[in-house]
């Protein structure tokens, strides 16, 4: 069974700046490919970044271009997403989840983030 704990959220000024961090257990991290989503209120939920299994491929949604960093440390089984310049339009709570068999089946509990103007 695989299990996702997010942390970093928190309050945050625009322009500022935080880490999210998604710890997973498992012993096959290393071969999932693990994506970033979030959900704003009234909103659906949207993708914000994926990295492929190695690292070496990376996805941005094309509101966080140039501002968010998603890695992975997968002798941590950790992925991360950097996110720098935050806007109050990236207020959302945070979601990592894991892509096994083609399908981002396992969820993480979500991270509030706030971004305030």
């Known amino acids: 069974q695989v299990q996702l704990v997010e942390s970093g959220g928190g309050l945050v000024q625009a322009g500022g700046s935080l880490r999210l961090s998604c710890a997973a257990s498992?012993?096959?991290?290393?071969?999932?490919?693990m994506g970033w989503f979030r959900r704003a209120s009234g909103k659906e939920r949207d993708i914000v970044a994926d990295?492929?299994?190695?690292?070496?491929?990376?996805y941005y949604g094309d509101s966080v271009k140039g501002r968010f960093t998603i890695s992975r440390d997968n002798a941590k089984s950790t992925v991360y997403l950097q996110m720098n310049s935050l806007k109050p339009e990236d207020t959302a709570v945070y979601y990592c989840?894991?892509?096994?068999?083609?399908?981002?089946?396992?969820w993480g509990q979500g991270t509030q983030v706030t971004v305030s103007s």
């Open positions: 989840a894991a892509q096994i068999g083609g399908v981002y089946g396992s």
């Open positions: 498992g012993r096959t991290f290393s071969g999932w490919t």
């Open positions: 990295i492929s299994s190695s690292g070496g491929t990376t």
